[in-house]
């Protein structure tokens, strides 16, 4: 159960919204999501199931070039906490590393528009306007990714997640796409 | 002359109220806005509308391979069918247990339906639901009706698996790859928890809608 | 009146004010939120108890389904009376701060009675333990987990008393300071004293229409529908009083200003006269 709460800050840190200066496109910082990080001598990467969700999301709503930066920024420093402590593995992770890691994440909470909720013991992730769901994650990860040493996480068996960082949409019109 | 005084004093009162409020709410919007909004924000996050709008129809760009309005996760958007058993069941995106509970449930995870990619399907082995895969063979046709085109595939093979074993259930968008599986052993002669699953892969032939 | 009483009775207008909106919103939240009946009394109003006994049903039958088991094993698993025991010992634990265990025993017990019974009635053996063990454990886990949602309350569970604690010692110091500023105002003769209750009432409206309005209230989801929608019915509780609370600190503040009017009618009057 406290993995699913980790696994909560973690998620809702990918999907949230925020407007923000912008330097990156948003293929830019798809990249930078789905990228291998190191971590203390260990490469991670976002599992190919989450990779599925997070092009999703992202062909459904836009990334304006004002928010990318914002993102790049909150990877980097939840990175930067990861290193620090010398694991991604949130089993292992201190308090001091979680509470630093919940402050990351509230801060995106709290200048985002990101919709996400825990409900009947699962993360809920909602469209943006709070209208519809987009995805429920339950306690199984049901892909792990391939040529890397790769850690999938939904209820935090590990921060990857942490790194796909949070970003900023607004809606696409979906008629001449 | 009372009546004076008493307007004059409401009327003081009244200003004096007024003043200090607008100090108040001057003083709460300089130093408290920032927080105020803050803690809202955060609350907020977790304030979703159980109500949904009137949805729109998802659509399929064929030279893409794109769908333009992805279904809600919990909403039905399809049928699978599957003649050779009989088959028609209602096709819902997500695969929680309380999805499952109606029909076929799609993994949020993997593709949707003519994007290319590997598709993953799950439902229970009771009868009226996937207890009948184990008789699909190679050839047999699945049809997936969705409500934005009709896509068929073939059977190629099947295998069980450990419920851990997800190297055998691959996430690749080289080839439309239909998965689909099911708790094993089927048979009620084996009870509890099931630790195997009855996986059936098929791949994309035709769509039939375009 | 002097300048420097002038200033005086300004400054205890403004905080007398001040002290009755900060004890309005703590007891409130003292009244609301801390009083245990009240929310037990909330959770039978809204047939908490019957809908959480619904969905615990629903879901074991959810979960169940591919296992090759009927229904029958979760016959007699519990009662309404059961999972409102379990909720009254839930929301008590909450608020004495110690957490206690989830004793499942009862279910576990019977849970493996009613496997053993089928089992023998359909003549069926166990070949996975394991398996047996851990679904038996799940299917508790799904009991416990509609009463008591996640093991992260927990932490939230040691905090209550101490907040509690702080929350009764903010209600004793503002009675204080408010009676202590009334007082003065009274005795040392200041003017305008209704002022102070009608400010303290448009502070109220603006909190309720205005900070209280940008949380989405009506729309918190959080752990579970049932749960979401006691939440909901407290927090619209909660704004209702402000509201009245608003309107009684109007209407005190009225009559107030009404009596100040009627003394300085008779004290012109008696100057009139003499």
């Known amino acids: 159960m406290k993995k699913l709460v980790l696994g909560f800050l973690a998620v809702v840190m990918l999907f949230a919204i925020v407007p923000s200066v912008n330097a990156m496109t948003e293929e830019q910082l798809k990249e930078k999501m789905e990228k291998t990080y190191n971590i203390n001598g260990t ?15 992202l062909d459904e709503y836009n990334v304006t070039s004002n928010d990318a930066d914002y993102i790049s920024n909150k990877i980097d420093e939840a990175i930067n906490i990861l290193k620090k402590y010398g694991t991604a593995d949130v089993n292992k992770l201190p308090a001091a590393a979680k509470s630093e890691l919940v402050s990351l994440v509230e801060d995106i909470s709290a200048h985002t528009s990101v919709k996400a909720t825990v409900k009947n013991g699962k993360l809920v992730i ?47 019109f979906a008629t001449n796409k | 002359m009372n009546k004076k005084i008493i307007i004059k004093t409401f009327a003081t009162n009244v200003a004096i109220s007024f003043f200090f409020a607008a100090i108040f709410i001057l003083l709460i919007y300089i130093f408290g806005n920032t927080k105020i909004n803050y803690y ?76 290319g990619g590997t598709v993953i399907l799950a439902a229970h082995n009771d009868v009226g639901y996937f207890h009948r895969l184990p008789e699909l063979e190679k050839g047999d046709i699945v049809k997936l009706e969705t409500n934005y085109g009709t896509f068929e595939y073939k059977v190629d093979s099947h295998k069980i698996v450990k419920e851990t074993d997800l190297a055998s259930f691959p996430i690749q968008k080289e080839k439309e ?8 052993p089927i048979n009620r002669s ?4 099931k630790t195997e699953r009855y996986v059936v892969y098929a791949y994309l032939v035709g769509d039939s809608d375009e | 009146m002097s300048k420097i009483k002038t200033v005086i009775n300004g400054i205890l207008i403004f905080t007398l004010s001040l002290f009755l909106v900060i004890l309005l919103l703590l007891g409130i939240v003292k009244t609301s939120v801390y ?15 019957q809908k959480v006994y619904t969905q615990i049903k629903e879901n074991m039958e959810d979960y169940i389904r591919s296992s090759g088991f009927s229904k029958e094993i979760l016959e007699n698993l519990y009662t309404e009376q059961d999972v409102k025991n379990d909720i009254d010992s839930f929301v008590s634990m909450i608020y004495s701060g110690k957490v206690e265990e989830f004793d499942s025993t ?41 009463i008591r949602f996640h093991d992260m309350i927990n932490s939230f569970v040691r905090v209550v008393p101490k907040l509690e604690k702080v929350l009764n010692i903010g209600i004793v110091v503002m009675l204080i300071l408010v009676a202590i500023n009334i007082l003065i105002l009274y005795f040392l003769k200041f003017r305008y004293q209704g002022s102070a209750f009608i400010t303290a009432s448009l502070l109220t409206f603006f909190i309720r229409f205005v900070v209280y309005d940008k949380i989405d209230f009506k729309n918190l989801i959080i752990f579970s529908d049932h749960f979401s929608e006691i939440l909901q019915k407290i927090l619209i509780h909660i704004a209702d009083l402000i509201i009245i609370w608003g309107i009684i600190f109007l209407g005190i503040g009225i009559i107030l200003t009404i009596i100040e009017a009627l003394i300085r009618v008779k004290k012109k009057k008696k100057l009139k006269h003499n």
């Open chain 2, 40 to 115: 809202a924000s955060i609350i907020n996050t977790v304030a979703v509308s159980a109500i949904n709008e009137k949805e729109i129809e998802p659509v399929y760009k064929v030279e893409t391979k794109r769908i333009i309005n992805y279904p809600d996760y919990g909403k039905k958007y399809g049928n699978v069918v599957i003649s050779k058993i009989n088959l028609k069941l209602p096709l819902y995106h997500g695969d929680s247990l309380s999805i499952l509970r109606y029909g076929v449930g799609h993994y949020a995870g993997s593709y949707f339906p003519g994007e």
């Open chain 1, 43 to 57: 490469d991670f990467k976002i599992s190919n199931d989450m990779k599925v969700m997070l092009e999703r999301y």
């Open chain 2, 190 to 193: 084996v009870v509890g928890r």
């Open chain 3, 106 to 146: 009862k279910i576990k017990n019977k849970l493996d009675e009613n496997i053993n019974n089928y089992l023998k009635e359909n003549n069926l053996k166990i070949t996975d333990e394991d398996s047996l063990t851990s679904f038996v454990s799940e299917l508790t886990e799904i009991y416990k987990n509609e």
């Open chain 1, 126 to 172: 909602n469209r943006p306007d709070g209208k519809g769901v987009f995805a429920e994650f339950d306690k199984l990860v049901k892909q792990t990714g391939n040529e890397t040493n790769t850690i999938a996480i939904i209820a935090g068996v590990s921060f990857v997640i942490v790194l796909a960082g949070a970003f900023v949409v607004t809606k696409k």
């Open chain 2, 177 to 184: 790859m239909l998965i689909m599986y099911t708790c094993y």
């Open chain 3, 35 to 49: 009083n245990q009946e009240s929310l037990k009394e909330t959770l039978k109003e809204n047939n908490y108890y």
